[in-house]
């Protein structure tokens, strides 16, 4: 505790002047605390009271003239406001940093909105081509159709024969006539055009492929195979105790229509899906239409 020499009140926190010695409270030194605090150490050591700044020196102008008293005083107070308006210039400073982050903010907004109307032009664009898209697509899909029909057509006298174990040296024309005879429906070579095995993408066992000299033939074929049920390799000779399946010779498009047809006919209770002439049906129960499917859009009818 020191007592203020102007007031003599005790006080914790007080200044001292350089010249004097005394110690003066904030109130009676003529500078406000913070004022004080921000001079420094070096101008804090020499800081001088109001008296001592007022008293006259051994020679020159009378010091302690009431007019250098207010000149002095009005000086300390200059500086008193300098020392005040200093945290201002630090904020006029952030405020001129932020006034650049936001012309910074208000390029990039430019920058953005430009690049978001190039966005906007190009997908209006795209949309301007939808319905050109929709017609090459809507064209497309009647190519594939026509390709897809052009193919099974190729394939009209063919059937397709599953689950015959492969032999070395096999005679594929002994084979059919075999299945024949055990179907009761015999024939010779001179009913078959070609018979082959063709790759399996399914990795089983290659199909043989055979194709008769007219569809007559292969439809009389395909139903006696139908009639005769549970056909096995052993039933032609042949080792093993395989399922032997005949069907028409689907395109790979329309064999991938028939897996989604049963598919569906389970999900939605039909109880009949069935190929006939290469074309494959449906038909909800014994008392509903029977109806042809096509193409996938046709898929839509199994509901």
Known sequence: MVHCARCGEETTDAVRCSTCGQHYDYPCSGISEIGYRKLGAERQASWRCPNCKSTPATSGPDMG????????????????????????????????????DISLLKTSVEDFSTKFK???DRVRAVEGTKDEVLEMKSRLEGIENSLNERDQWMRLNNVEIKGVPLRDRENLVDVVSRIASRIQYPITKHNINFVVRVPSSEGRVKPIIVSFLNRYLKEDFVAAARACKNLCAADINLEGTSRIYINDHLTVQNKLLLNKAKKLAKEYDFEFIWVKNCKIFAR????????VIKNDKDLSKIH
Request: proline content about 4%; charged content about 20%; overall charge neutral.
């Open 65 to 100: 003239s009431p007019k250098h008293i207010s000149l002095s005083l009005i000086m300390q107070e200059i500086s008193n406001i300098k020392l005040t308006l200093n945290p201002l210039l630090d904020v006029l400073a952030g405020i001129n940093d932020i006034k650049s």
């Open 118 to 120: 190039d966005l906007d």
């Open 284 to 291: 909800k129960n014994q008392m509903s239409k029977s109806f």
